[in-house]
Structures are given as structure tokens and as C-alpha cells.
């Protein structure tokens, strides 16, 4: 009998030259952008990580390494759309995903509801089944002194049937 498994991912990505960042999907302006192989986006960065932990399937890395050229620049629903698959093929499904950003600018409420609304189409789940919050490191870190984005994901899996 297969019972609920826990996954945890963390992700971190510098800031450098760019006019936007892509964080949970959407596109946020502003006056940097993330150094990444892919997009950058940390939030599903983050939950792909904890997605493939629960699963026991490793890191995002080895599904997607950044040495390969055809992730140059991609779109990290990508990827997150390949884990929804994994869950799939083995009789899982999310039962809850809580996701953390930690950063000081750009300003995540505004765009939290617009996340939520695209992480779950991605995972076929309820949007009640996915959480984006945000959180400062109070000036305190890298985050705190702006210098890149860090993101937190739990997850819950449960028997599909």
C-alpha cells in the first residue's frame, strides 16, 4: 500500500542583466534579471525539486542538466510539466504543494494569485492545492542585500486512486 510521501526543494539564482524575472510562470518586470542555463524561475525550480524527492528520482538536474544545450534559455514549465508526468506514471498525484519566495525586491504578492493559477493548470490540480507566499530575509543574506532570489517548495503525494 503506498502511503503519502513528503518532498522539499530549494532553489537560488543571482541576479545579472536582464529586464525581467520569471518566477512561477509569470513574467515580472524588472530591473534585473536571474543567471540561469533555463529561465531562471526558482519558484518551479524549487517545486520540480521537491516533486522529484518525493518521487526518490533525484534533482532537477539530473532530469534537465544544465550542460545540455536543448535547456538553454527554457521554459521551466517545461520541466514542471515532465514532473506532473513522472507522478503520473506512477500512480501519484499532489495532493498540496506550499511554495516560499525570498527576496526583497521584486514585490511577489501582486503576482502570488497569477503563480498559483499556472502551477496548478500545470499539475492538474485545484488552485486550493497550491500555496505562494512571500517572505524578506530583512536586509540579512544575499536576498537581503538584493544580489539574487531564493525559492522553498514542500510537497505532499498521494496514491492517485
Request: hydrophobic residues 45%; charged residues 20%.
Amino acid at each position: 500500500m503506498n502511503v503519502p510521501r513528503i518532498g522539499q526543494g530549494f532553489d537560488v539564482h543571482a541576479f545579472g542583466d536582464g529586464d525581467h524575472v520569471v518566477l512561477g510562470g509569470v513574467r515580472i518586470a524588472h530591473d534585473r534579471g536571474l543567471v540561469a542555463h533555463s529561465d531562471g524561475d526558482v519558484v518551479i525550480h524549487a517545486l520540480c525539486d521537491a516533486l522529484l524527492g518525493a518521487l526518490a528520482l533525484g534533482d532537477i538536474g539530473r532530469h534537465f542538466p544544465p550542460s545540455d544545450p536543448r535547456w538553454a534559455g527554457a521554459d521551466s514549465r517545461v520541466f514542471l510539466r515532465h514532473c506532473r508526468g513522472l507522478l503520473q506514471d506512477r500512480g501519484w498525484r499532489l495532493g498540496n504543494a506550499d511554495l516560499t519566495v525570498v527576496c526583497e525586491r521584486p514585490r511577489i504578492g501582486p503576482h502570488a494569485e497569477a503563480m498559483r493559477a499556472l502551477l496548478a493548470e500545470d499539475l492538474g490540480v485545484g488552485r486550493d492545492a497550491v500555496s505562494v507566499k512571500a517572505t524578506t530575509s530583512e536586509g540579512l543574506g544575499f536576498t537581503g542585500r538584493g544580489e539574487g532570489i531564493a525559492a522553498q517548495a514542500v510537497v505532499l503525494l498521494v496514491p492517485a486512486s
